[in-house]
């Protein structure tokens, strides 16, 4: 079992900056790779940003690519998404999750096993 712990949500104007931390409990959190999902309002959950176990690989969406970046601190079992020039669309609640198996195996959400309870984030223009 993995326990997912999401914070740093919160409200900010267009072009601000925000960053959320994931933190992880149970498992081995330094060898499972990490994802970040964001779910808008009405809309289906969304891939927004992973990174592997050791932090040496990350991906993200072309949304946030250049805007985002994902990052983890294996000795506070934590990992972040730092957001920058934030914009209204990026609006939701944001998720971190997990594989079973630990890996990044898809961009799917329902690929995955273990969740947070999310964060809000709403940015107004």
């Known amino acids: 079992q993995v326990q997912l712990v999401e914070s740093g949500g919160g409200l900010v104007q267009a072009g601000g900056s925000l960053r959320l931390s994931c933190a992880a409990s149970?498992?081995?959190?330094?060898?499972?790779?990490m994802v970040w999902f964001r779910q808008p309002p009405g809309k289906e959950r969304e891939f927004v940003a992973a990174?592997?176990?050791?932090?040496?690989?990350?991906y993200y969406a072309d949304s946030v690519k250049g805007r985002f970046t994902t990052s983890r601190d294996n000795a506070k079992n934590t990992v972040y998404l730092q957001m920058s020039r934030l914009k209204p669309e990026d609006t939701a609640v944001y998720y971190c999750?997990?594989?079973?198996?630990?890996?990044?195996?898809?961009?799917?959400?329902?690929?995955?096993?273990?969740w947070g309870q999310g964060t809000q984030v709403t940015v107004s223009s």
């Open positions: 999750a997990a594989h079973r198996y630990g890996g990044i195996y898809s961009r799917l959400a329902d690929q995955y096993d273990y």
């Open positions: 149970g498992r081995a959190f330094s060898s499972s790779g």
């Open positions: 990174i592997s176990w050791s932090g040496g690989n990350t």
